[in-house]
């Protein structure tokens, strides 16, 4: 192995340009042998050295009162008082679910996993993003099957509840689906470890699951689109062993007590090469590993195949010297293999023996802080100066709103997403307060008075046909869905989802997402601690929407706070937050009724979104809102129908009457931002008002709940109608009728 | 004062859920059992968790029933101690024969989380005496939670009282429909002739607490504690 000769086609195998073999060579001073070079191409991936991404990602905030530990750790710390911290991040796993669905989406959620505890937090919490195709095609409905139940089985094993999320559908993400999980734990604020080899002569314990032939360049795989011969990357995705996991993660955490760990990484994309050379790098020292001492499960795995391997479910650990014994005797308690594979040094180098022979000497910052760094050419796209030409007072005016509506609850994208939580695992650790549905799950942290509030969101349609408004939107929806539930907005953690970078279009709309993003956390004060970028989604030339998903997290300060969505009583009233402007471009029911995905999406004012979370959250706290519900994809009517169809009481329902200022169909299904509806006790209605005022937000009172009926009017003419109880059935069921 | 051991497996996650409503819900002197160890620590009630025991590997519970823990809680029922095995801890009781039968995959193939009803069948029993309700509403979470035996033998769980538990709708009635993974005889719970251990897919520690939505679980515990009380004072 040792002797291969590097060719060209061997340099371009590894996804490496001319450019960057030239830089090696200048970097080590000589040609790379080839264990040399599969490191570097994995380390330089895309996927590991967010080459394409870095100058833009340095635009959003990170930095706040909150934050004990932004981006580039395994991931973000967050104080929320009492001695606690909250640590989360959000990663995705697109492209091996695409090729191994189950195992795919099961080894996401691993990896997210890993990530939180290796910091010292005891997970408690999964959320997950999903996009699929239409399930109207076969391939979609298998992939989604596929994924949901890999998040299932091995989320349910390692016993962490799974409390909500949000999933979405649309062609671009044929091909192309993506799963992006999300994890948040909670540790002590003074006991956080980092992914930091220090003290030189520590020695480096390897613990988990032996190193196997599986995924062998998983990361240069999630770097490149996919073509007609991707179902020949099947062998490239790893296989997932969530009981395994669940040991790594109980002994991880009781030896975190010891207070012998020095620092831990886990071993996820690019396996012993990252861990290691990561570790090395934030600890500005060097590591050398011996491989004939790692734990191998098959023979004769050259220094090669073991350096890259991805094999999940492993840890790589810096221990204080002389405590080596103890440590390992925890993992041995949990029948874990564990054992020293190396030490830290003062070189600066990725040190690589294998027994008495070098195979490896690599400076370790060459691979981490100074790979590569492209600024790729950026272009408008045409199509975006053809969105606002759209007139959609062109549109007619469908003869049946009710038959529409109907069909919008019925279809995969309005209908309950009970289908898919019913299979994870959500109440587990018996924290979850707000179950999955609402606006925001709510969790309960054991012993301390305040309680977690955390959503995610990211509209990719929106994006699409105004990237910067859409980047605004995501940020401002996951902090109003927070606020819905009672919480205030802390800080948050982004998955960008993108095609390929090297396409200026695409480039050119992620700069303008970030640029959104950056305004929306800036007013929202909610700085962004970390989380993954995966570019290259397309599958023959084909690219999704350009797709950012924030996951948010608030804090709410007192049980009474807890708001949810559902209406509670009969005869409350039934207010708006926010003003009706009718938006119907880039809309759900433009899509629904007249097959078009065109226009303009409902620009935001993130002055006035400010305004009307403000108003909510001083209302939710006096103690006036009974329940809130933002008002998103589908508009009034999905919201009105969302909030019978989620109330404890099986016939709740609603009479409403809407003004007839705008036409009924922009009124009904017109996607404006910054809206609410809230019911409330009539009473409450004037020191609502008063508020409301206060804060400059519109207000109007625009019916009552009632008991059995859905019907909603504009004006003098009643345009939806129904038994809200046969209505929420078919809301419910809607989705299951495609896994039949 | 009673104490409670709760019993940790590999693969065990509901531990720490039963571990906190014995404690601090319950007031129970609690704790932890690790399956490596014999000793039962003098506990008078043990808690077998739910989870993924050796992580289902095999059959649900199969390989935690041979465990040396389980040699000694297999003494203690023996001997009329009281024992809950909850989700995964039913399929453990069940491997150990304890219980009698089987639990296979749902009717859909698939994980079910969600509240259920169950009828409570009988009130004079370690573990429904204060059942102040006839319906109790508490969450399952499984994947192999139907419940099946031999006919010949299920007729004589039956005749023998020793259904406990069986999913009804709200009002308690027994429909095919209130049947959430296709058990026979929509059978939740069982015990054993003896009456002294039970085993139940429903986990009522996760409804123990009214902020999580119910605490009609805790309904059991408070039969558990009146029950050992009683024998106590005897």
């Known amino acids: 192995m040792k002797d291969v000769k590097i060719t060209k086609e061997i340099i371009e195998q590894h996804g490496l340009t001319e450019g960057e073999y030239k830089r090696i060579v200048e970097i080590l001073g000589r040609e790379p042998n080839i264990t040399e070079l599969g490191i570097y191409s994995v380390m330089w991936s895309e996927h590991c050295s967010y080459k394409s991404s870095r100058i833009y990602l340095k635009r959003l905030p990170t930095d706040g009162e909150c934050v004990i530990q932004g981006p580039g750790e395994n991931a973000g710390v967050v104080d929320i008082g009492f001695n606690k911290a909250i640590v989360f991040k959000i990663e995705s796993h697109n492209h091996p679910s695409f090729i191994e669905p189950y195992q795919g989406a099961a080894t996401g959620v691993g990896g997210i996993v890993r990530d939180i505890f290796t910091m010292g937090a005891r997970p408690i919490a999964l959320m997950n993003s999903l996009r699929f195709g239409p399930l109207s095609e076969k391939e979609n409905v298998n992939i989604m099957e596929g994924v949901v139940s890999g998040i299932a089985g091995y989320g349910n094993c390692l016993g962490i509840p799974d409390v909500g999320g949000e999933v979405y559908f649309d062609k671009s993400y044929s091909g192309n689906p993506l799963v992006n999980a999300f994890c948040l734990g909670i540790a002590d604020k003074n006991s956080i470890f980092y992914g930091k080899a220090s003290g030189v002569g520590n020695p480096v314990i390897y613990v988990g699951s032996r190193t196997g032939r599986d995924g062998i360049h998983g990361a240069t795989m999630a770097s490149s689109e996919f073509d007609e011969k991707s179902e020949e990357k099947r062998p490239n995705v790893q296989v997932g062993d969530p009981f395994l996991e669940k040991l790594l993660l109980e002994a991880c955490l009781e030896a975190f007590k010891t207070g012998y760990v020095v620092g831990i990484q886990d071993m996820g994309a690019a396996g012993l090469t990252c861990s290691s050379c990561e570790m090395g790098s934030r600890g500005d020292t060097g590591i050398m590993i011996d491989l004939e001492k790692v734990p191998l499960r098959e023979e004769g795995m050259t220094p090669y195949e073991i350096m890259l391997s991805e094999s999940q479910e492993r840890m790589l650990l810096t221990v204080e010297k002389g405590k080596e014994d103890e440590i390992i005797n925890i993992f041995k308690k949990w029948d874990l293999e564990a054992c020293v594979i190396g030490e830290v040094t003062d070189d600066n180098n990725l040190t690589v023996m294998m027994g008495s022979d070098l195979v490896a000497k690599i400076p370790n910052k060459s691979l981490t802080d100074e790979c590569p760094i492209y600024k790729r050419p950026v272009k408008k796209p045409d199509y975006l100066d053809e969105v606002s030409d759209f007139d959609p007072n062109e549109l007619p005016v469908p003869g049946d709103l009710n038959r529409v509506f109907f069909d919008m609850i019925s279809s995969p994208s309005h209908s309950s997403r009970r289908w898919i939580y019913e299979q994870y695992d959500h109440m587990v650790r018996t924290n979850t307060v707000v179950l999955p549905g609402s606006d925001a799950a709510v969790l309960r942290i054991k012993g301390l008075p305040i309680f977690l509030a955390m959503s995610l969101d990211g509209n990719g349609k929106y994006c699409h046909f105004d990237p910067k408004n859409g980047g605004k939107i995501a940020v401002a929806e996951s902090c109003r869905n927070i606020v819905c539930s009672g919480g205030k907005p802390l800080a948050a953690t982004n998955c960008l989802n993108f095609a390929s970078p090297e396409n200026p279009e695409v480039m050119w709309c992620f700069s303008e997402v970030i640029e959104g993003m950056r305004e929306a956390c800036e007013m929202f004060n909610t700085p962004i601690t970390g989380g993954n970028v995966s570019f290259y989604n397309e599958t023959m030339g084909e690219g999704i929407f350009p797709t950012p998903v924030i996951g948010m997290v608030g804090v709410v300060r007192d049980r009474v706070h807890i708001t949810t969505a559902g209406f509670k009583d009969y005869g409350d009233m039934v207010v708006l937050l926010g003003k009706n402007r009718g938006h119907i471009g880039a809309s759900d029911y433009l899509e629904l009724v007249f097959g078009e995905k065109r226009g303009l999406s409902p620009q935001i004012d993130l002055k006035e979104e400010f305004n009307l979370q403000g108003a909510l959250y001083e209302m939710i706290v006096e103690g006036y809102v009974k329940s809130a519900h933002d008002c998103s994809e589908g508009g009034l009517a999905i919201t009105l129908a969302e909030s019978c169809f989620l109330s404890h009481l099986r016939d709740m329902g609603v009479f409403i009457e809407l003004p007839d200022d705008l036409r009924e169909d922009f009124m009904l299904f017109g996607e404006d931002q910054s809206r609410v509806v809230i019911s409330i006790d009539e009473d409450d209605f004037d020191r609502v008002k008063h508020i409301a005022e206060k804060w400059n937000v519109p207000i109007s009172t625009i019916g009552f709940t009632t008991k059995g009926k859905f019907e909603v009017k504009v004006g003098n003419h009643l345009f939806l109608y129904g038994n809200s109880e046969f209505l929420r059935n078919i809301w419910k069921s809607a989705l299951d009728e495609y896994f039949k | ?234």
């Open chain 2, 1 to 234: 004062m009673i104490k409670c051991g709760v019993v940790i497996f590999p693969g065990s996650n509901c531990d720490h859920d039963a571990y906190h409503v014995s404690k601090h819900v319950m007031d129970f002197e609690t704790v932890f059992l690790w399956h490596k160890d014999e000793d039962l620590k003098g506990c008078d009630f043990i808690i077998i968790p739910g989870g993924f025991s050796y992580g289902d590997y095999l059959r649900c519970g199969a390989i935690a029933s041979f465990s040396p823990i389980m040699k000694s809680i297999k003494k203690f029922a023996m001997d009329g101690g009281i024992v809950i095995g909850i989700c995964n801890g039913f399929q453990i009781l069940l491997e150990s024969s304890l219980l009698p039968g089987a639990l296979i995959k749902n009717k859909n193939l698939k994980f079910i989380c969600k509240f259920v009803d169950i009828r409570v069948e009988k009130q004079d029993t370690p573990f429904t005496n204060s059942c102040t309700k006839k319906v109790l509403r508490i969450p399952i979470a499984h994947h192999d939670g139907c419940y099946y035996l031999e006919q010949s033998e299920l007729d004589e769980l039956e005749k023998n009282g020793q259904v406990l538990f069986r999913y009804s709708t709200p009002d308690g009635e027994i429909t095919e429909e209130a049947n959430p993974n296709g058990s026979l005889n929509n059978i939740a719970g069982i015990t054993n002739r003896e009456g002294n251990v039970l085993g139940m897919m429903p986990h009522p520690e996760r409804a123990s607490e009214l902020i999580l939505g119910s605490f009609d679980g805790k309904m059991i515990f408070n039969s558990v504690y009146n029950f050992l009380k009683k024998k106590g004072n005897n």
